[in-house]
């Protein structure tokens, strides 16, 4: 197993690729209205949260014309666990009917097109990007934005900076997968708050944790 000290610090395509080889997460589901509802759902919630809701959600309503006629009180007992149920179903709603009504019932396959979607920002639209249409997409959040700022690859103030930032210094195949193992890693060891940095195999290149000797 490679160790940072064995690393080219400024090399970070390789560090990348063992966060992604070390903290691996699989995305079973590709249908791309499932995985676009479903991250919907996951906006400010836990993933276990998240993942009892969607089930909770298409055991009910099995395809998007089914959730395009439903009422957003009617998934509120669904979705509870996700938290900020009301606001998430009437989004679910109101991307179902669009999607339906403007697009045939296909979900979108340009970023473009699906930041148009009430509700839909850049991070949930690249993860369908990424996961469903296997585009080079690039989905930045709050683990995503932290760790590469603690690492020192960026030096950003918002996630949308450090998705631009990002995509200058990262292989383009390596956009999608990075989310995910930074997520993992980032609820792993990487947290928010008192990281776990005597478990971390990235301290001799982390700006972070160099500063914290200090």
Known sequence: MQKASELDC????????LIIDRFP????????????ITTILSQRSRDENTEISAKNLFRVYKDVSQLANAKPEELYELIKPSG????????????????????????????????????VGRKTANIVLHVSFGQPALAVDT???????????????????????LKKILDPDLWGPVNGSMVEFGKQICRPISPKCELCFLTECCRYFKEKLK
Do not use: C, M
């Open 10 to 17: 400024k090399d970070v395509n390789r560090i990348a690729e």
């Open 25 to 36: 997460r699989q995305h079973e589901e590709k249908d791309p209205f499932r995985v676009l």
């Open 84 to 119: 900020l149920y009301r606001e998430k179903a009437e989004r679910i709603v109101a991307v179902s009917r669009l999607i339906l009504e403007k697009y045939g019932g296909k979900v979108p396959d340009s970023l473009e097109e699906l930041v148009s979607l009430p509700g």
């Open 143 to 165: 683990h995503v934005h932290r760790i590469s700022n603690r690492l020192g690859w960026v030096n950003t103030k918002t996630p949308e900076q450090t998705e631009e930032a």
